[in-house]
């Protein structure tokens, strides 16, 4: 059982920065691509960044140029780092795992508010 747990977030002022961490149990988490996801209120739940498990990134067009994802496979943890936020960067993120096997599972989520 992989269990994902996500840290850093809280509240902060428009242009601040924020670094999620993403920490996983076990030991698969370098074969698995990961992804951060957020979801706020009334709206569906979205891809921001995501992260092969060779490395290779991809941002979503709202955060490109601002956030970055990495991921640290001796430490089993991948990361957000969010500079320059924005009031509609406030949501919950998420991590996920997906496995070589296209299982997937999900951290519980930390909350981030961009407050103007």
């Known amino acids: 059982q992989v269990r994902l747990v996500e840290s850093g977030g809280g509240s902060v002022q428009a242009g601040g920065s924020l670094r999620l961490s993403c920490a996983a149990s076990?030991?698969?988490?370098?074969?698995?691509?990961m992804g951060w996801y957020r979801q706020a209120p009334g709206k569906q739940r979205e891809l921001v960044a995501a992260?092969?498990?060779?490395?290779?990134?991809n941002h979503a067009t709202s955060v490109k140029g601002r956030f970055t994802v990495s991921r640290d496979n001796t430490e089993n943890t991948m990361y957000l780092q969010m500079n320059s936020l924005k009031p509609e960067d406030t949501a919950v993120y998420y991590c996920?795992?997906?496995?070589?096997?296209?299982?997937?599972?999900w951290g519980q989520g930390t909350q981030v508010t961009v407050s103007s």
């Open positions: 996920k795992m997906t496995l070589p096997n296209n299982y997937d599972y």
């Open positions: 992260i092969s498990r060779g490395g290779s990134t």
């Open positions: 076990g030991s698969i988490f370098r074969l698995a691509a």
